[in-house]
């Protein structure tokens, strides 16, 4: 993305991200919009009209002073002043109401750029809250695969889901050198855990070409992966134990190694060559420990997306803003943007190879990594304060992207944060060579 975007770039984005919200929300009662109490989701109810809330803010009252457009705004929408647990009960606005709230912020964020190009501060604001909504439509996305709501349906959706592409086994080597972790100045709109590009030593390794497949973690599972102490960290065995995980969650078995998985509110044959998914950081450690790999280092997986070799095989100075260069992604290189309302098998996308021939290191899945998330040398909160430095020490980094994940907002330096409990999120692994 460019350093700065045209007023015309920012409302193409708003409205887009806009209109992926209410395809999500779409055909859902009352009812569904609230949806059970839960520690993981929110009601997508209260979601959207918080989506709202941060768009009017940061921009329309944090740069204009301008009186709220819902009056009691605050004291339903503010994510740092509402308890998760309360979401379901204050007195939400009807979805009716609640759309008219959102259009209304919506039509002031356009109409105040009107025959005019963004400041530089402007640019960056929109473009946080249009990532924003972003990450929330994608909750949103996992939140309907968690509650069993019906598959969204998606303008912008591929004919076909199923590319029968197949496996992608093997590894690939990465040279070892020092890499720049990191986002590097001056590339545009980044996050605040991504500043700023700093040396880290990387020791060469060996890296799966895709992620970890159904057909692997299957065997994992049939081997006795999830009863195997020797598998397990103490975390991760209290977790496993707490909740009597037997294997990914939406799996059923049905007789001698078949498996069905619901996605969504459908059930169906498990996909051998596509990414496991759902699966969380514990049961992808345990796999890691049964296959005798490793998960990677978040610079380690930077490196092998980003990295390009040198003529002696070592990590060089060039760093890819994509796996495959710094052109855009297209449909032809990742599944990203919801595409194909799922995940299509590991072998899909040559295109989207990175320089050492690692596949689909964007899009598809979000891929754990061992690195717990940490603030970079030097952090300091951007304008959103509560977005980054809350979580520092009890997440786990995942990198890359899922088929959900909106291709605007995503490259290779893009860090994901999660508790390494979560299950519900898009998210898979690949593994390293010990």
């Not at 065997?219 to 009597?244: L, M």
């Not at 969650?249 to 459908?266: M, S, V």
């Not at 717990?372 to 030097?378: E, V």
Request: net charge negative; charged share 20%; hydrophobic share 40%.
């Amino acid at each position: 993305m460019s350093a700065q975007v045209s007023t015309a770039g920012l409302v193409a984005m708003l409205g887009d991200a806009r209109a992926r919200t209410l395809e999500l929300v779409s055909g859902l009662d009352q009812e569904r919009l609230m949806g059970p109490q839960s520690e993981i989701v929110n009601p997508l109810l209260w979601e959207i009209g918080h989506l709202a809330w941060f768009h009017e803010h940061f921009i329309l009252r944090g740069l204009d002073r301008a009186p709220p457009q819902l009056a009691a705004a605050d004291g339903l929408y503010d994510s740092a002043r509402v308890p998760h647990a309360t979401r379901w009960s204050i007195p939400l606005p009807a979805l009716p109401d609640t759309l008219a709230y959102m259009a209304r912020v919506q039509e002031a964020l356009v109409r105040r750029l009107d025959g005019r190009e963004p400041t530089a501060q402007e640019a960056d604001l929109y473009q946080l809250v249009t990532f924003h909504e972003d990450m929330h439509d994608e909750a949103f996305t996992y939140t309907r695969q968690t509650l069993g709501y019906p598959r969204p349906f998606f303008a912008t959706s591929a004919a076909a889901r199923d590319m029968g592409i197949g496996p992608w086994p093997g590894d690939v080597a990465v040279g070892g050198g020092t890499w720049q972790l990191g986002a590097e100045p001056g590339g545009g709109f980044v996050f605040d855990n991504e500043k700023w590009a700093h040396p880290v030593s990387v020791a060469a390794f060996r890296i799966a070409r895709a992620p970890v497949t159904n057909g692997a973690f299957a065997a994992f599972v049939a081997d006795g992966g999830y009863r195997d102490p020797a598998f397990w960290d103490a975390e991760g065995a209290r977790w496993r134990d707490g909740c009597g995980a037997e294997h990914p969650a939406y799996w059923t078995p049905h007789g001698r190694g078949d498996w069905t998985c619901r996605r969504f509110d459908q059930v169906e044959p498990l996909a051998p060559d596509q990414p496991v998914v759902h699966v969380n950081w514990y049961e992808a450690n345990a796999y890691c420990r049964w296959a005798g790999r490793r998960l990677p280092t978040e610079a380690e997986w930077e490196a092998a997306a980003a990295g390009t070799p040198a003529s002696d095989g070592t990590l060089s100075g060039t760093k890819r803003i994509y796996p495959w260069g710094d052109s855009t992604p297209t449909p032809e290189r990742a599944n990203l943007d919801g595409g194909h309302l799922g995940c299509v098998d590991v072998a899909a996308f040559p295109q989207g190879d990175s320089a050492w021939g690692c596949r689909q290191m964007l899009g598809n899945v979000w891929e754990w990594t061992a690195s717990p998330f940490l603030p970079f040398p030097g952090f300091a909160p951007d304008a959103y304060k509560e977005y980054s430095e809350p979580a520092f020490g009890t997440r786990k980094v995942l990198r890359g992207g899922a088929w959900a994940t909106r291709a605007r907002m995503i490259d290779t330096t893009y860090r994901n944060f999660f508790g390494p409990e979560r299950r519900d999120v898009f998210a898979g692994f690949r593994t390293v060579a010990l």
